[in-house]
């Protein structure tokens, strides 16, 4: 089975802090994606990687920054945690048009 | 105009009876589809996905897609309780292999 793997299932941060989300897949996808869920805005596509050290900007980057180093990990940084960046952050791998997610990171920033 | 667009329901089904799911995309999304299902507190799971004109049946489920007017819904035969979940249609884009567009989701809820 495909394993994407999220290093924290809750976190809890301050306004200001720098925050790293990490996520690891196991499957030599080439592909990666960092979404946020909100209520009633379903999910929002980030950033996503499709190589090593490649990375597009999605549909909502503000305030965000990726990093990826190695081709199994693909981090999210937030430089300066806000609250209304307080959300659920998936991430994804794919194998051609099939997305595999991690179980989330419900992140609050107080 | 959202590139994917769902209703958010809650969709309220009685067990057992046909639940229903339509999703209409924009010119940007591409002509792969899919459904995904996920239960609350959980990451969302794929359950379906099309890529022609038509019907695509794998067990109780049943994907439709209707490229000419540009929407694709989902059956869900004799429902059962464990099928009340939050239901995402997902499209892939034109501009970008491998990147979806996701829907708000619409959310079932089966009745004994």
């Known amino acids: 089975d495909v394993k994407v793997t999220q290093s924290s299932r809750y976190l809890v941060k301050r306004t200001g802090e720098k925050v790293f989300l990490e996520c690891v897949q196991d499957?030599?996808?080439?592909?990666m994606f960092w979404y946020r869920q909100d209520p009633g805005l379903g999910l929002r596509l980030i950033y996503f990687s499709y190589d090593v050290k490649m990375k597009e900007k999605g549909d909502i980057p503000e305030g965000y920054s990726v990093s990826r180093e190695k081709k199994e990990r693909f981090s999210l940084i937030l430089e300066s945690a806000s609250t209304n960046q307080t959300s659920m952050y998936l991430c994804?791998?794919?194998?051609?048009?099939?997305?595999?997610f991690g179980a989330g990171t419900r992140l609050s920033v107080l | 105009q959202k590139e994917v667009e769902q209703n958010s329901g809650p969709l309220s089904v009685p067990e057992g009876a046909i639940a229903s799911l339509n999703c209409t995309y924009s010119?940007?999304?591409?002509?792969?589809f899919f459904w995904y299902r996920q239960y609350s507190g959980k990451s969302p799971e794929l359950i379906m996905s099309i890529y022609s004109n038509g019907d695509k049946e794998d067990g109780r489920f049943t994907a439709q897609l209707n490229k000419a007017s540009q929407y694709v819904s989902l059956l869900i035969r004799d429902s059962q309780p464990s099928d009340s979940a939050t239901y995402l249609c997902?499209?892939?884009?034109?501009?970008?292999?491998?990147?979806?567009?996701f829907g708000a989701g619409t959310q079932v809820v089966v009745t004994p």
């Open positions: 994804a791998s794919s194998s051609a048009d099939r997305v595999f």
């Open positions: 997902a499209g892939g884009t034109t501009d970008s292999w491998g990147k979806l567009q």
């Open positions: 010119d940007r999304v591409s002509q792969s």
């Open positions: 499957m030599d996808h080439e592909n």
